[in-house]
């Protein structure tokens, strides 16, 4: 089974559109419709964003080894803070990283 087919799969199993799916994961639906179909690779966001949307195994996704699904759940926090980024500007996606930058030195002075 490719690639290809193990993201169909994933996204049969939850009886998702491709233009739903590709919704969840903030995807343009026609990019997502020629990945799905081998007209063109998935590249390591999509991989991302399917694994941590959907709690699937990253390595099952590329290589077909061990489960469909990871058996620990994913922190879904990281999935909402993509999703935030994924709709805002590019002057707020810099105002975050920055934010980002003063809230990590904050907590590395606290240690």
């Known amino acids: 089974m490719s690639i290809h ?5 994933v996204r049969k199993h939850f009886k998702l559109s491709i ?3 590709s919704k969840e994961i903030h995807y343009s ?3 997502y419709g020629q990945v799905e179909y081998g ?3 998935p590249n390591d966001r999509i991989l991302q964003l399917i694994s941590s949307k959907f709690n699937v195994n990253l390595d099952w996704i ?4 061990g489960e469909m699904f990871d058996p620990q759940p994913k ?3 990281l999935e909402k803070i993509l999703e935030i980024y994924n709709t805002i500007d590019q002057t707020l996606k810099d105002c975050l990283l920055e934010q980002s930058k003063i809230l990590l030195k904050i907590y590395k002075a606290k240690k």
């Open 5 to 9: 087919d193990r993201l169909k799969q």
């Open 19 to 21: 233009r739903d799916f």
């Open 29 to 31: 639906h026609s990019v």
């Open 39 to 41: 007209n063109r690779e």
């Open 62 to 65: 590329v290589t077909g080894k």
């Open 75 to 77: 922190d879904m926090r």
